[in-house]
């Protein structure tokens, strides 16, 4: 799927990419949805996550707190005088995976069910942000100055589409790993 340029395509990506993921997880034995991944990691896989995200529940903590962070932002620089940071101190784009820890080490005691109701729930609370802005809000580059050089667009398609097509990765990889044995 193309990157979205536009706020129709933007919430598109995102409920096609959501219902495709909902699709994947749907096709996980239930046993399995609450069980850790058993496919081998290989040389390849040499991201954080792959070590880190070791479940259906990890994966979708990990979405979930993403959508958190993009609601947050929003009405914090919607609502606020001063900029406030996407991530939150004393993170950067440098070592947000310290970030990303974070979530899962808050998420080990959370059950599947709650993390798959709240990720819902912040689904449709994203999609329903996003429809609050223009396309030009959306696409047009430093739009806003708590945006900085990107768009707000770019945040929300991370957030959402990008992330999501992340997430079915893992679960398909589980999938191949599930009909292998």
Same mark, same amino acid.
């Given at each position: 799927? =193309? ?7 933007? &919430? ?33 896989? !040499?991201? =954080?996550? /792959?070590?880190?995200?070791?479940? #259906?529940?990890?994966? #979708?903590? @990990?979405? &979930?707190? /993403?959508?958190?962070?993009? +609601? ?20 950067? /784009? ?9 979530? /899962?080490? !808050?998420? !080990?005691?959370?059950? &599947? ?7 819902? !729930?912040? @689904?449709?609370?994203?999609?329903? &942000? ?34 999501? =097509? ?8 589980? +999938? ?6």
């Amino acid at each position: 799927m =193309a990157r979205p340029t536009s706020k129709a395509e933007l &919430l598109m990506a995102a409920a096609t990419q959501f219902d495709q993921l909902k699709k994947w997880i749907a096709q996980l034995p239930a046993t399995a949805q609450t069980a850790d991944f058993t496919f081998p990691l290989t040389a390849k896989d !040499q991201a =954080a996550h /792959w070590q880190r995200d070791r479940n #259906l529940r990890d994966v #979708l903590a @990990h979405l &979930l707190e /993403w959508h958190q962070l993009l +609601l947050n932002w929003v009405a914090a620089n919607r609502g606020g005088v001063q900029v406030t940071p996407f991530l939150p101190a004393p993170y950067t /784009w440098r070592n947000y995976g310290g970030l990303n820890t974070e979530f /899962w080490r !808050q998420h !080990q005691a959370t059950s &599947l069910l709650a993390v798959q109701t709240a990720l819902r !729930q912040s @689904h449709q609370e994203v999609l329903a &942000l996003i429809n609050t802005f223009s396309n030009e809000a959306l696409f047009t580059k430093a739009y806003f100055n708590w945006t900085g050089s990107t768009s707000l667009g770019s945040y929300c398609i991370s957030a959402t589409s990008s992330h999501y =097509a992340w997430a079915a990765q893992k679960i398909k990889r589980q +999938l191949r790993a599930l009909k292998s044995t």
